[in-house]
């Protein structure tokens, strides 16, 4: 029961927010501000429905290293990303024709940052955190890393291949973040680092979304569409797969190193292991 309360609250948030920044899309400055907005209430919701369904602190978004996190999530992602675009630069397939719109890129900001708390907050904040309880770290990684790439079939041009490359590099990704930190900060960052680096840097598609908003720069990818992944964006290129497997690896090191990967346990193990980690 407290999992479908939970992501009901953050899927209203999530679905109210997207409607107004979907309405404003053509405004910069409103699709900025609708974006930190539906962000904010987003954790706000979340905590709220974690202290009401589980009673303990929901120190998974708390304040404490918050900012740090955050920074060092925004920063793997931007990184990452950009070994991405080298890389298809370096075959050719990358093709800069001159200077996008700052204001769009700004906008974008907003528009990333309500993408990347609502997700993560219902995919690792709710189902991985969940089921992980249930049936420990692997299971859940694998089970939500599917379920978030089935989601993005819902996207224009989005194809099979898309799907499962966003399952493996994004699913994975962020779901081993959080394992590794026990934290929504490091994974949140992550996601809007790449997503904003995607779009609000290097002015390439995120995940066939249509945006219509430009980035910083006016650009383009051609070529084989294994190394480009087509008009689905880079996301599904083969690149953003063996990166993002990598990153997954790091973390995933790191969450055993810290003795955070949690097997398949009874019930009454599995909450006080729980408690512990959120202590």
Not at 159 to 165: D, E, K, P, S
Request: positive net charge.
């Amino acid at each position: 029961m407290r999992l479908v309360r939970q992501l009901l609250a953050v899927a209203a948030v999530a679905f109210v927010g997207g409607q107004g920044v979907a309405a404003v899309q053509g405004n910069w400055f409103l699709t900025l501000v609708l974006g930190l907005l539906t962000a904010v209430v987003a954790v706000l919701v979340y905590g709220w429905v974690v202290r009401r369904t589980e009673h303990r602190p929901s120190s998974e978004v708390g304040r404490d290293g918050a900012r740090a996190a955050f920074g060092r999530g925004a920063l793997i992602g931007l990184v990452t990303f950009a070994c991405v675009i080298g890389n298809i630069a370096f075959l050719g397939d990358y093709t800069v024709h001159g200077a996008g719109s700052v204001t769009g890129a700004v906008g974008l900001v907003g528009y990333m940052a309500a993408a990347a708390v609502t997700e993560e907050l219902l995919f690792r904040g709710v189902l991985f955190r969940i089921v992980e309880e249930r049936t420990g770290t692997w299971i859940a990684l694998v089970s939500t890393g599917v379920l978030f790439g089935m989601m993005h079939l819902l996207n224009k041009d989005a194809t099979v291949w898309g799907a499962l490359a966003i399952a493996v590099e994004a699913g994975g990704m962020l779901g081993a973040a959080y394992a590794a930190t026990r934290t929504l900060w490091l994974p949140i960052g992550l996601h809007f680092g790449w997503n904003f680096a995607e779009s609000g840097l290097f002015g390439t598609e995120v995940s066939g979304s249509g945006g219509a908003q430009k980035g910083l720069l006016d650009a383009a990818t051609s070529g084989s569409q294994l190394v480009t992944g087509g008009q689905f964006g880079p996301e599904a290129s083969l690149y953003s797969v063996l990166l993002g497997l990598l990153v997954t690896a790091a973390f995933l090191r790191l969450a055993g190193r810290r003795g955070h990967l949690m097997p398949r346990r009874r019930r009454d193990a599995q909450a006080g292991a729980v408690a512990t980690l959120h202590r």
